[in-house]
């Protein structure tokens, strides 16, 4: 099936490790995001890439980092420097430039325990 | 900075009433806007989405209108079914004359319909 693979969908940190998402697409995109979202609110930009070797910072950039080494994949890495990192993330991806359809995954949720 | 309010944060309906959100937006150059679908624990779907060249846009019993000069953007939903609730987020593209794919999305509204 074609579509954005999120995984693990549950994970749990303990204060002050690094924990990495993995997000994988075969869609065929050169566009790709991610998102966090906190309970009964929207969400928001943490990075994101518009092709291969090249990533941008969002809104709330601080305390992760991201890569893109292959247009399919575009993996998520929480730090410990993330003060605050339990939430939903989500990853996305659409065809470069504005107006076209952005694609979610199923979304991963992080704990800090 | 680039902002979107959506309003309201709850919504409840009678199965078969009307359902509308409303969502204003800051960046008069944004020119894509979609709706998205949210159900508990999963994550988004693009259920209909608008561009700036258009003042309507219908697809069977939902429907969103863009008003360019009041900078404001709304979702319809007729003969509301228990199916229908979930979390529906709208969004704006991001302008500037960097040519991304980056949305601003609302805060979202919970819309609960009762049998």
């Known amino acids: 099936d074609g579509g954005i693979t999120q995984s693990p969908k549950y994970l749990f940190r303990k204060e002050g490790q690094n924990v990495t998402l993995s997000c994988e697409q075969n869609l065929n995109h050169d566009a790709m995001y991610w998102y966090r979202q906190d309970p009964g609110q929207g969400l928001r930009l943490i990075y994101y890439?518009?092709?291969?070797?090249?990533?941008q910072k969002g809104d709330i950039a601080e305390g992760y980092s991201v890569s893109r080494e292959k247009k399919e994949s575009f993996p998520l890495t929480v730090t410990s420097a993330q003060k605050n990192p339990t939430a939903f993330y989500l990853c996305a991806s659409s065809m470069a430039g504005t107006g076209n359809t952005i694609y979610f995954g199923e979304g991963s949720w992080l704990t800090v325990v | 900075g680039e902002n979107v309010e959506q309003h309201p944060s709850t919504l409840s309906v009678q199965e078969g009433d009307s359902a509308v959100i409303k969502c204003t937006y800051s960046d008069s150059a944004s020119n894509y806007f979609p709706w998205y679908k949210q159900e508990l624990g999963k994550g988004p779907q693009l259920i209909i989405d608008?561009?700036?060249?258009?003042g309507e846009k219908k697809d069977q019993r939902i429907a969103v209108t863009l008003n360019k000069t009041a900078k404001h953007f709304s979702l319809h939903i007729t003969e509301t079914q228990p199916e229908d609730s979930a979390v529906y987020f709208c969004a704006a593209s991001s302008g500037g004359s960097s040519n991304t794919g980056k949305l601003i999305f609302g805060q979202g509204t919970t819309l609960q319909v009762k049998p």
């Open positions: 890439s518009q092709i291969v070797n090249d990533f």
């Open positions: 608008i561009r700036s060249n258009v």
